[in-house]
């Protein structure tokens, strides 16, 4: 059984920096292990991602500078390093995992089925 737990979200103010973790367990061949939030209102959206394959990363544009996407495979984790906070990062973010075959990008929330049950973030002005 696929299992996806996220932590580390919280509240701080603009220019912050929070750590979010994910731990992985129960799928090892992931095609894309990703990052996403949702802001309320808002659609999910893709933040941050990896093809572990060959260590490519994502980023979306409103956080590349700001935002670091890691793995530890020893340790079945995903983290996102997020800098430089802004207001407009606040949401729930989510990590999941895509098994299968590579839709083209590893942005794409649709293209995934395995989720966390998210960690919210929440950015003061």
């Known amino acids: 059984q696929v299992r996806l737990v996220e932590s580390g979200g919280g509240s701080v103010q603009a220019g912050g920096n929070l750590r979010l973790s994910c731990v992985v367990s129960?799928?090892?061949?992931?095609?894309?292990m990703g990052w996403f939030r949702q802001a309320p209102g808002k659609e999910r959206e893709g933040v941050a991602a990896i093809r572990p394959s060959i260590l490519t990363t994502f980023y979306a544009d409103s956080v590349k500078g700001r935002f670091t996407i890691s793995r530890d495979r020893a340790r079945s984790t995903l983290y996102l390093q997020m800098n430089s906070l802004k207001p407009e990062d606040t949401g729930i973010y989510y990590c999941?995992?895509?098994?299968?075959?590579?839709?083209?990008?590893?942005?794409?929330?649709?293209?995934?089925?395995?989720w966390g049950q998210g960690t919210r973030v929440t950015v003061s002005s």
């Open positions: 129960g799928s090892t061949d992931n095609t894309c």
């Open positions: 999941a995992v895509l098994v299968g075959d590579y839709p083209g990008t590893c942005l794409d929330p649709g293209s995934y089925h395995l």
